[in-house]
């Protein structure tokens, strides 16, 4: 029996009463979240079941919107069926898994699931409409025809073009050679305002709204994660933070700066004893002068900050106030200027006597922009770089966190455009590889597993447009669900692209090969913009526990 889109509500139905006995259960061991640290398995599980089912909705309401503007067909049905099949079956086995933990039993399971139910879930995930899915992305290359309204669909078919003609060919030999990213790259980005689109009209951006900077980073990333897909993210969070706090001055020199591209940001918080833990950071900024010049003396090592040889300048999280029982209330952000470099190590000085030393560490993706162990010493920033003036200090970590919301949504975006180039990258190799004398886009297997990474790339990109448009509503209420859509979406990528370097055989590990690339960018998503655990625990699980 074929599965239906009834199948599919059943399900989610049922997945989400599952899910509400699951969560009022985990609500009552940590006392409403407080003790999330003492049952923190159980708590990963129920945030993580949590995600999965706001994507189930997320991919049933896109279906909604396309069949009432008559977008919808067949195939687009069936994979939204295949993606609520997906996500439910792991939902189940995530709770069922933790039944006896959370007190609820097999009772709560089975009565959520009975006969009837576990049968549609079956329907849903049948090998039969999965191999049909993966057939279609065998004729059809994988190609991503998800869809959009008129002016979207504007945006994501420039940034396809442009990402094609301009950053595919360069993709290859940026990541086997660890060159910098082409300063090309960066202009022609700039001049078809790819820096702008969040930055208001006011302040020099073009104000297109989240969804438009997430088609951008979705098509950049599918072209290459290291090479493109992150241009954007640094000058986003820094403007954020601007916008969210900074003084007027601030943002009318800062702002017009970044939407233009004629200032390139990095954004360094990690130290190399402080990773998650962003409440605890050392590095320190003291009041003095230079030169007759008020302003802030900065010293102490910094780690992880992306891009920052190239940058123009560094957002900069910094210990204020050296009461460390302070914790969060003790830190301010501070733009930082400095010397631009493409190298892979850097000295900066000033005439003060100031010093700024960057070595890049060697990774084995994400490569193009670099990430760079830092070390300031006596570092001089004038008075008016603190973010927010003197009302800005002590208010650092609360403005970079807002930051970071946006670099969560971005890299949700940069998870879809990255699985996406894995399925496209696999339709075509499966189509050309000819094995027992037939393609093997032919075998039974091959068509599985190609319609299950097109299933749950679906439910990835559904989740992850609906944080952007949430966050032109409300960014602080959608700040939940931003690191929800970072948190499946990222796994996605790693899924598919391991996948589909499977289906490459012993060619998936050759670096001539684009498949090998994806899988290894593909690893470092999980970890930055908020490692997999802390957003589990810390974000989403506190925001659903706490509730």
């Not at 952000?333 to 060697?362: I, M, N, W, Y």
Request: charged share 25%; aromatic share 6%; net charge negative.
């Amino acid at each position: 029996m074929t599965a239906s889109l009834d199948d599919a509500r059943l399900i989610l139905e049922a997945g989400s009463r599952l899910l509400s006995d699951a969560v009022a259960a985990a609500k009552q061991l940590t006392e409403g979240g407080r003790k999330i640290d003492d049952h923190q398995v159980i708590t990963e599980r129920v945030a993580y079941a949590a995600t999965e089912a706001v994507a189930a909705h997320a991919v049933l309401a896109e279906l909604d919107a396309w069949t009432s503007t008559g977008n919808s067909t067949p195939i687009r049905e069936q994979t939204a069926i295949a993606a609520v099949g997906e996500l439910m079956t792991n939902l189940r086995e995530r709770l069922s898994a933790a039944a006896d933990d959370l007190g609820i039993g097999d009772d709560a399971v089975e009565s959520a699931f009975p006969a009837d139910v576990r049968a549609a879930l079956r329907r849903t995930t049948a090998e039969a409409l999965l191999r049909k899915l993966g057939g279609v992305a065998a004729e059809t290359g994988g190609r991503n025809d998800w869809v959009i309204d008129e002016m979207h669909e504007q945006v994501r078919d420039q940034v396809r073009e442009f990402a094609a003609q301009e950053v595919t060919p360069h993709a290859e030999h940026i990541h086997r050679t660890d060159a910098t990213i082409p300063e090309a790259f960066i202009e022609k980005m700039a001049e078809l305002g790819f820096f702008g689109l969040s930055i208001p009209e006011a302040y020099g951006g073009v104000e297109m709204g989240n969804l438009a900077m997430i088609l951008t980073t979705e098509e950049l990333s599918r072209a290459s994660l290291a090479a493109a897909g992150s241009l954007i993210t640094r000058p986003e969070i820094l403007a954020k933070a601007l916008l969210g706090g900074g003084t007027e001055e601030q943002k009318q020199h800062w702002l017009p700066k970044l939407a233009s591209g004629e200032v390139m940001a990095g954004i360094s918080v990690t130290e190399p004893d402080i990773g998650s833990d962003v409440a605890g950071v050392r590095c320190r900024a003291t009041r003095g002068s230079v030169d007759g010049a008020e302003g802030w003396i900065i010293d102490g090592p910094k780690a992880w900050c992306t891009f920052a040889g190239r940058a123009n300048v560094l957002a900069v999280l910094l210990r204020t106030d050296p009461d460390l029982s302070k914790g969060p209330k003790g830190l301010s952000l501070f733009v930082v200027p400095k010397e631009t470099s493409r190298e892979h190590a850097f000295e900066c000085t000033q005439p003060g006597g100031g010093r700024l030393v960057g070595k890049a560490d060697a990774t084995p993706g994400y490569r193009g922009m670099h990430s760079y162990t830092l070390n300031f010493e006596n570092w001089f920033v004038p008075a008016d770089h603190l973010v927010g003036g003197d009302g800005g200090e002590g208010r650092g970590f609360y403005l970079q966190m807002a930051g970071f919301a946006a670099g969560r949504l971005q890299t949700g975006g940069r998870g879809c455009g990255l699985a996406q180039a894995a399925l496209e990258e696999t339709a075509r190799y499966v189509i050309d590889r000819k094995q027992f004398e037939q393609p093997i886009s032919e075998f039974q297997l091959t068509q599985y597993t190609l319609g299950k990474m097109a299933a749950q790339i679906a439910g990835a990109r559904a989740i992850t447009y609906a944080a952007a448009r949430a966050f032109d509503e409300d960014e602080r209420a959608a700040a939940p669900l931003a690191a929800q859509a970072k948190l499946l979406a990222c796994d996605v990528a790693v899924t598919a692209t391991q996948q589909g370097q499977l289906m490459h055989g012993g060619w998936g590990y050759a670096e001539e090969y684009p498949i090998s690339r994806y899988v290894v960018d593909a690893t470092v998503l999980p970890i930055f913009e908020g490692v997999k655990p802390i957003l589990e625990l810390k974000v989403i699980g506190r925001a659903i526990l706490s509730a």
